[in-house]
Every structure is written in C-alpha cells, then in structure tokens.
C-alpha cells in the first residue's frame, strides 16, 4: 500500500468462526457463522481500485438463523458500488445494491462525499420470511409470515428522494414472555419523496381488531425534511393488547394524532373493558421472595416489608438528586390535547396481600409541558391483607385533581371483623384519607376512634394493648387459663391458614375475586369465589362450613350479577332455601 504510485494489495480471510470471534470480544450481539473475505486494492494512490466480496454461512443474530449472507462491492472512479443477498433457505433472499459518491485517495486529504453527485439505494424482496424480527434478543419470540417490499433512495446525498412500499402478509408475532399473541398482522407502508404514508396496520384477533392509518408529511424530503403535518387515527374494539398471567389488558375506542412538531395535537376516548396486573411482577419483585416468607413469624414478615419500603425509598431520594433533567422531545413538550379513559369495571389490582376490583372514569389532560389527569377511580370491591388478617373494602376513591404532581385524594373505607375471646363478634373499621403521597390512617372500633396500637392489638389477638398486660393476666385468673390461651392459638392459627389458602386457591384457580374467612375459631368458615365469565356478567359461589347457630342461613349461595346498563344491574340469587332476584340500580348522587 503506498502513497504515491502504483498500489497492490490483497487480502484473504477463510473459515473464520464468528462466535469464537466475537467470544474475545464484548460485543453485546451474539453471532454464529463461517466468515469468508476476499479483498484487493489497486491502481494509483490517487485514484485507488477497490474489489471485494464476502460470504457468511450458517449464520445467526440473537434467534434469527440464515443461511448465507454473501455479497460483491466495488470502489472506481468516485464512485462505491455493492449487491448484497440475505438467504435463509425459505421464500426469496432480501437484496440490497446500489451506489453512492465517494472519493477516496491515499496521496492526500479530501472531502470524501460530494452532495451534488447521484446516488441509488435499492432493498426489495418478493417473499422475504418474518423470521428477520428474531434479531431482537427475546428468547421467547415467535413469528410467521412474510414480507414484500420494494424500497428505493433516490437523487443526490444533499436531497434525497425516498419511495416505494412496504408490506407485511400473513403474519404473526407472539412473545409469551410479554403477553403478546397476535396471530392475524396486516401492515402495508408507502413512500413517496415528502410523504410517508401508513395505508394500512391491522390486527384482527379473535373477535376484536385493532386498526390505524394516516401520514407524515416533509417540508423537501423523508430523509432531510421536517415534518410539517402529519395525521394518524386509532381505533380498538375489544382488543387484548397483552394477555398474560401476571397482567392483561382488553380495550376499544378510538384515538388520533395530529399537527406538527410545534403543535401535535392528540385526544380521544380509550375503555378499558377488562385489565389485571400483577403487581410483583410489574415491579420487577421476585415471586419466589414471597414463598419464601410464608414460614416467617407476622412480626418479623411486616417488619422486613416496613424496612424494605424504607430502604427503597431511601435509594429513590438518592438516584433523584444524582440524575440529570433531561429536556423531553419537541414532539412530547408541544403536545397538546386530552384522552378520555373509562374503566367500567373489571380491572383488577393484586398482590400476594390485596385484590382490587376498579372502575371510574378519568381524563389525562396536557395544555403544557406537564401532563395533568382529573377524575376519580372507584374501588368496586376487594380486601388487602394487614398483619395476616383481611381487610374487606367497604368503600374506596382516588380522586384526581390535575396540577403538575400526580398526588390523589383518598378516601377509602375498610373493615377487619373477628371475635374477641369471649366470642363476641366486633368489627374493625380503617379509614384512609389525605393525599396518596401522604395518607392518614384512622382506625375506628364500632364507631369509636382507637389508637393505633390498640388496632394492631385487636388485629393480631382480639383485644386492646391494655388487655395483653393486666386485663388479660384478670381473665387467665377467671377462666382458668389454659382455655383462653388455647383459643387465642386456635384463633391466630385458623387465620393465618385460612390466608394462605386464600393465596394458593386463587393463584392456582386464576380467580377475580376469593375470599376465605373464619369464624368462632374454625367452628363457623365461609368459602367466596368469583369471576367474570364476560365482561357484564359475574358469578360468585359461597359455601358454608362447619357449625352454625342459625339453621336458616342458607349452606351455599350462588349469585350472579348482570349489568343491563351502566345504571341498571340485575342480581340473580339461588340457594338450597329460597330463590330470587333484585334489580340494582346505581347513580352518583352528584
């Protein structure tokens, strides 16, 4: 290789290993393949002659598997020529060729790319497999179908003009990993110099469809140009965008995008129609942390849970005084418009220690940089698990107010019932107000306020803190003893069981809503399941067991609810003593 003069050079690469290669690398691609080269320079310094080929066998990017990617490129007179082909051995192999301006010279430095000078860009196929998508690192991924495109860059590297299509047909993408099934994919993309449009992104699956379409328009051209409109509309019905067993979300409605960069607008109306998540899961907690705690004492369970809150907290703070504001996209900050959310029902929240039931309607507004949401989210129905005993939700509100910070009002209502050790049966009362970034807990005993070690007491034994010191060292002295203690055992005991099947019944069911409860130490249990079987009709199934006082209360009970309207319910009820029905009706009194 010289300078000046005459130039001569090869190079020859044979049977190279690309994954020993990129082994002793930290290149963070895996690859697979036998890489073969041939290279030679000739001609002048000044004006250099370059001719190569390359070859890749047996390859393979992540999951995706081909089998050969070989190609020819050539560099004469100013000017780089190639031809590649991408073959997996199924359908047609993928072709790139064309040419571009480029001057090289090895006697002195100058511009490499003149902008005036033509350029061509070509990649098309007339059957090209999905597979391609399985270069993305997820193990899970799935596709099927294929690709037909005909793309071309045109004009010269200072104003280049894009054209052509893009389509997919008969195509599938399923990642189980994320929830992801859609098995019918229709998508089909033209370009055309100063417009990109979307005719058609369809999704049709089982009996709903998820559609979109509009265009991107350029002020010159796709590649140089800014955008100066564009225009986009949604539309959903009945749709399941992920389903999985951690989270699940089916929706309808319409939306659209519009405008420019200084003034996107967006708006339209989204129902939730059936939704549930996971919340472990979603943040990332380990499930198999939770089976390892069911072995651990109540007090030590809260106390790691308290503390891990408080440690995350703590490295929250920290990461948010380390971080740097970065400033959003022009297209985010000048967005402007509103999207209306309705959650009729049937979006669950759970946990290992709570399941939700939500509904409301809530509407997520931005007239400036900061996106404000006003509304309110009912609690439907549900319970949360404190201290190893259940809370049933009685009432529950999010109120959203707007402003710059997402905070809530809370009002949310929940009770704890048991029996004291004389049998008497009391009600526990939680009550939950202020803002959701600080809420106040207020814990109420048959109407009257008690402190919160009082509750804890109640919750963890059935009596008052006074009571575990000098009251209870009276009764053991009344009683003799050993049968309170006996049944503060038993009590504890038919609780914490009476938890854990409520966990393992309803992981394993994949049940909405389960509830095991007992009563008088086991003597008297009651047994709640229910479930969507659609999204206006729900089933519960009750069963009682044990001894009971009341003969007439019926052993099982099976109800179902039906909404005929958003106001009007119908509740049919039968058990092995009478049958029946109500017709519900339900309206804000505001």
């Not at 071309?152 to 389509?167: A, T």
């Not at 919340?279 to 705690?293: M, Q, S, V, Y």
């Not at 049919?572 to 309206?587: A, E, H, Q, T, W």
Request: charged share 25%.
């Amino acid at each position: 290789i010289r300078t000046q003069g005459k130039e001569d050079f090869s190079l020859s690469i044979k049977g190279l290993d690309i994954g020993v290669a990129t082994a002793m690398t930290e290149f963070p691609v895996e690859m697979e393949g036998t890489f073969n080269m041939d290279i030679s320079l000739k001609g002048f310094a000044d004006a250099p002659v370059i001719e190569g080929s390359m070859e890749v066998n047996k390859g393979k990017i992540n999951q995706f598997e081909y089998k050969s990617f070989n190609g020819e490129f050539e560099y004469r007179k100013h000017k780089l020529s190639w031809l590649f082909n991408l073959n997996t051995g199924q359908m047609k192999p993928l072709i790139l060729d064309g040419y571009m301006p480029l001057h090289l010279s090895l006697k002195e430095q100058q511009e490499m790319f003149s902008g005036n000078t033509p350029l061509n860009v070509n990649l098309y196929t007339e059957q090209f497999p999905m597979t391609f998508i399985e270069v993305a690192n997820i193990s899970t991924l799935k596709t099927k179908g294929h690709i037909v495109c005909d793309l071309k860059v045109s004009g010269v590297l200072d104003k280049p003009r894009p054209s052509g299509f893009f389509r997919v047909e008969n195509s599938a993408i399923e990642i189980p990993e994320f929830g992801i099934n859609y098995k019918d994919l229709q998508l089909e993309l033209f370009a055309d110099s100063a417009e990109v449009a979307l005719k058609k992104f369809r999704i049709n699956q089982e009996n709903g469809f998820l559609k979109t379409d509009g265009k991107v328009q350029f002020d010159s051209s796709l590649i140089s140009g800014k955008i100066i409109n564009m225009e986009f509309g949604l539309s959903a019905k009945d749709f399941f965008l992920v389903r999985h067993s951690d989270y699940q979300l089916q929706l309808s409605g319409s939306a659209f995008l519009e405008g420019d960069t200084r003034e996107p607008r967006v708006g339209g109306d989204i129902e939730i129609l059936r939704s549930s998540f996971y919340l472990p899961a979603l943040t990332g907690e380990n499930k198999a942390k939770f089976k390892d705690e069911q072995g651990m004492p109540l007090l030590v369970k809260e106390k790691r849970k308290m503390q891990s809150v408080q440690d995350t907290l703590s490295q929250n703070r920290l990461v948010v005084k380390e971080e740097k504001r970065t400033d959003p996209p022009n297209i985010y900050k000048n967005l402007r418009g509103s999207m209306n959310i309705t959650i009729p029902k049937n979006t669950w929240i759970k946990s290992p220690d709570m399941r939700l039931e939500l509904g409301g309607d809530f509407n997520t507004v931005k007239n400036g940089p900061e996106l404000e949401v006003f509304g309110t989210i009912r609690i439907i129905r549900g319970y949360y698990e404190l201290l190893g005993r259940r809370f049933t939700i009685k009432e529950g509100e999010l109120i959203f107010q707007g402003g710059k910070e997402i905070n809530p009002q809370i009002i949310l209502e929940a009770e704890y019932v048991f029996r004291t050790p004389a049998r008497e049966k009391r009600i526990l009362l939680l009550k939950v107000s202020g803002k959701a970034k600080t809420p106040q807990l207020e814990f109420f005993l048959e109407e009257q306020k008690i402190s919160e070690g009082d509750a804890i007491a109640y919750i963890m034994f059935g009596r008052s803190m006074d009571e575990l010191t000098a009251g209870q060292q009276e009764g053991l002295a009344a009683t003799g003893g050993a049968s309170t203690t006996e049944d503060l055992a038993v009590g504890l005991a038919a609780n914490l069981i009476s938890a854990e099947l409520t966990k393992l019944v309803g992981q394993k069911l994949n049940l909405d809503y389960i509830e095991i409860k007992s009563q008088d130490d086991w003597q008297s249990s009651s047994f709640v399941v229910g479930k969507y079987l659609t999204n206006d009709l729900f089933v519960s199934y009750q069963r009682e067991f044990g001894n009971s006082q009341d003969d007439t209360v019926p052993r099982q009970i099976v109800t179902m609810e039906y909404e005929l309207t958003e106001f009007l319910f119908l509740e049919l009820l039968g058990n092995s003593k009478y049958n029946g029905f109500d017709v519900i009706f339900k309206f804000d009194s505001e």
